[in-house]
């Protein structure tokens, strides 16, 4: 067994399509004062903002600016480098912009753009072609869950993304049962474990038992202050994808202040 550091805590605020770019630097701003405020030391969580694409080049310019330690990530990305692509944005552009992550397979791109296994394991091989980091995100409808039980589509899902993925590959993995976003409906921090805990194993035989040990698997699905304790008391737990309270600045850094407000 290699030995491997524990895993960084990582908390992602996916701000869906919210914000202009005006609006998006003004949240970013008061997220950072807000956590410097608290004396929040950077550093103990990874902090990363996932804007629509019209606001990643103003957020990223702020970052760079303010010195200000949050990653920046995009919410999709085309299969392709570039081309005769009309209203696609290639892995190339996002990571000379400054990201980092790129969000890939939300269960809202699955549900309204029809993207399929297929497409999102593409997108994954796309943006680990232009070093950018996918966040490989998988999750059961209700009508799944009532039928398969909470595990067996995440579980599928994620083999199918990780296809022809090299064991060194860095990932990180979200669980977002489709139920529980938007809606108020939040899974229980036991199934949240046992989900996060099959996607492991899934990493551990596809890739093998280093990458499974190192790759951060994030919970995602109505998350909030009062609730991110549980989930990450939980061992395969790592993080938070965040939608509607990451767009809230006292909210998101009460998020990711988590450790301090509760003593995990
Ligand atoms: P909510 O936190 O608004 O439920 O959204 C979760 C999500 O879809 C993050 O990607």
Same mark, same amino acid.
């Given at each position: 067994? !290699?030995?491997?550091?524990?895993?960084?805590?990582?908390?992602?605020?996916? #701000?869906?399509?919210?914000?202009?770019?005006?609006?998006? !630097?003004?949240?970013?701003?008061?997220?950072? #004062?807000? =956590?410097?405020?608290?004396?929040?030391?950077?550093?103990?969580?990874?902090?990363?903002?996932?804007? +629509?694409?019209?606001?990643?080049?103003? !957020? @990223?310019?702020?970052?760079?600016?303010?010195?200000?330690?949050?990653? =920046?990530?995009?919410?999709? %990305?085309?299969?392709?480098?570039?081309?005769?692509?009309?209203?696609? !944005?290639?892995?190339?552009?996002?990571?000379?912009?400054?990201?980092?992550?790129?969000?890939?397979?939300?269960? *809202?791109?699955?549900?309204?753009? $029809? *993207?399929? $296994?297929?497409?999102?394991?593409?997108?994954? @091989?796309?943006?680990?072609?232009?070093?950018?980091? +996918?966040?490989?995100?998988?999750?059961?409808?209700?009508? @799944?869950?009532?039928?398969? &039980?909470?595990?067996?589509?995440?579980?599928?899902? %994620?083999?199918?993304?990780? @296809?022809?993925?090299?064991? $060194?590959?860095?990932?990180?993995?979200?669980?977002?049962?489709? #139920?529980?976003?938007?809606?108020?409906?939040?899974?229980?921090?036991?199934?949240?474990?046992?989900?996060?805990?099959?996607?492991?194993?899934?990493?551990?035989?596809?890739?093998?038992?280093?990458?499974? *040990?190192?790759?951060?698997? %994030?919970?995602? &699905?109505?998350?909030?202050?009062?609730?991110?304790?549980?989930?990450?008391?939980? +061992?395969?737990? $790592?993080?938070?994808?965040? &939608?509607?309270?990451?767009?809230?600045?006292? *909210?998101?850094?009460?998020?990711?202040?988590?450790?301090?407000?509760?003593?995990?």
């Amino acid at each position: 067994m !290699v030995a491997v550091a524990a895993r960084t805590p990582l908390i992602a605020g996916n #701000w869906k399509m919210n914000l202009d770019h005006l609006q998006a !630097v003004a949240l970013v701003q008061k997220l950072d #004062w807000t =956590l410097k405020d608290a004396g929040h030391e950077s550093g103990s969580v990874e902090v990363a903002v996932f804007p +629509p694409f019209t606001d990643l080049r103003s !957020v @990223q310019t702020l970052l760079d600016a303010d010195k200000i330690a949050f990653a =920046l990530g995009a919410q999709d %990305l085309s299969t392709h480098d570039s081309g005769a692509y009309t209203g696609e !944005v290639s892995g190339a552009f996002l990571k000379k912009l400054g990201a980092t992550y790129v969000i890939i397979g939300h269960s *809202e791109r699955r549900e309204y753009h $029809d *993207e399929t $296994d297929d497409v999102i394991a593409a997108k994954v @091989q796309a943006a680990l072609k232009h070093g950018l980091v +996918p966040v490989i995100c998988v999750g059961e409808t209700l009508e @799944q869950l009532e039928e398969f &039980g909470a595990s067996a589509v995440p579980v599928g899902q %994620l083999k199918a993304a990780l @296809q022809d993925v090299p064991a $060194d590959a860095d990932i990180v993995v979200a669980y977002e049962p489709v #139920w529980a976003i938007g809606t108020g409906k939040v899974a229980t921090p036991e199934q949240a474990q046992d989900v996060c805990a099959a996607l492991r194993a899934v990493i551990a035989d596809e890739l093998g038992a280093e990458a499974a *040990e190192r790759t951060r698997i %994030l919970y995602g &699905g109505s998350v909030k202050s009062g609730n991110i304790a549980t989930y990450m008391r939980e +061992p395969d737990v $790592d993080g938070a994808l965040v &939608g509607g309270a990451s767009l809230l600045a006292d *909210e998101f850094a009460a998020i990711i202040r988590y450790q301090k407000h509760v003593g995990v």
